[in-house]
Nanobody, 122 residues
Framework: QVQLVESGGGVVQPGESLRLSCVASGFRFDHYGIGWFRQSPGKAREKIACVSGRDMYRFYGGSVNGRFTVSRDNAKNTAYLQMNSLKPEDTGVYYC???????????????WGQGTQVTVSS
């Protein structure tokens, strides 16, 4: 049974940091890219980062480039999203998802986690 489980969300103040984790099971983890997506209130779901299966390629969306870092540990079947210099506009539900290709559109990703809430507020 395929599972992706996110954790690490919470409430922080602007300028602070959080690290999200995504633990996967039920599929060949190193054969899949892991994407991170954000769903903010009133906005479309946004792909903000992705790391390829062997970590040869990383993608960042313009809104997070330079502040967020995506990584993975294939020995632990876990991907991470380190979020620094958080802003109120980073507030939303963060999802990890798996697909063989990071370049895929969000609705093409094969497997999804349940999401974790991140709130950035003073």
């Amino acid at each position: 049974q395929v599972q992706l489980v996110e954790s690490g969300g919470g409430v922080v103040q602007p300028g602070e940091s959080l690290r999200l984790s995504c633990v996967a099971s039920g599929f060949r983890f190193d054969h899949y890219g892991i994407g991170w997506f954000r769903q903010s209130p009133g906005k479309a779901r946004e792909k903000i980062a992705c790391v390829s299966g062997r970590d040869m390629y990383r993608f960042y969306g313009g809104s997070v480039n330079g502040r967020f870092t995506v990584s993975r540990d294939n020995a632990k079947n876990t991907a991470y999203l380190q979020m620094n210099s958080l802003k109120p506009e980073d507030t939303g539900v963060y999802y990890c998802a798996a697909d063989p290709h990071c370049e895929s559109y969000s609705d093409e990703f094969d497997y999804w986690g349940q999401g974790t809430q991140v709130t950035v507020s003073s």
